[in-house]
């Protein structure tokens, strides 16, 4: 007995991508990203750095 929620899908279907459409995607996501998550980054490599050196 197989008990299904309303609006869930029974069945996912699995995505394979050649590597020319998985890297257009990877492009597109990395352009998404913003100069606010540049800048996080960089202070946290900053801190991490600043604490090795401790």
Do not use: C, P
């Amino acid at each position: 007995m197989e008990i299904t929620l309303k609006g869930q899908k029974q069945e996912e279907k699995q995505v394979t991508l050649t590597f020319s459409q998985w890297m257009l995607y990877t492009i597109k996501k990395h352009k998404k990203r913003t100069n606010t998550d540049a800048a996080v980054g960089l202070v946290v490599a900053g801190t991490l750095f600043f604490i090795t050196l401790m």
